[in-house]
């Protein structure tokens, strides 16, 4: 009897679970759309990666790390030396914009940020996933 009071439990966890974690439907336009979107960001972002308004000293993010490379997103959040523990890379991210641009540090959520990311990261499309990896 407790054997199959569990498969009754279990069932209707199983199934709520299902149910809840369906996908929501979308279509190619919808695709095309939210490719679109990043892209834009992407192409912010590249703006923002060359602009010597990021920092007080006419020093860009370009001049250490041309077209993105040298950062490594795929291996966030990982331990940074300079700051003595793990971080993700929008963190590090301000670390440089304090540091050798001289400027003021973005917020998490600050569209130039967010589009930092989208080009920093797309820069290293394809490449797999290795957090903590130095």
Known sequence: ???S????VAASIV???AFSASADEFTEEDLALWQ????AAVDVGRGVFTDPAL???GVVCAQC?????NIHPETYPKFQKQLGQVVPLWVMINWC??????GEELAADD???IALLAYITHERRGVALEPGKH
């Open 1 to 3: 009897m407790a054997k």
């Open 55 to 57: 920092g007080t000293n």
């Open 65 to 69: 790390h041309p077209n993105g490379s």
């Open 97 to 102: 914009i304090r540091n050798p641009l001289e």
């Open 111 to 113: 569209p130039r940020m």
């Open 15 to 17: 199934g709520a679970w």
């Open 36 to 39: 679109a979107e990043y892209m």
């Open 5 to 8: 009071k569990f498969a009754a």
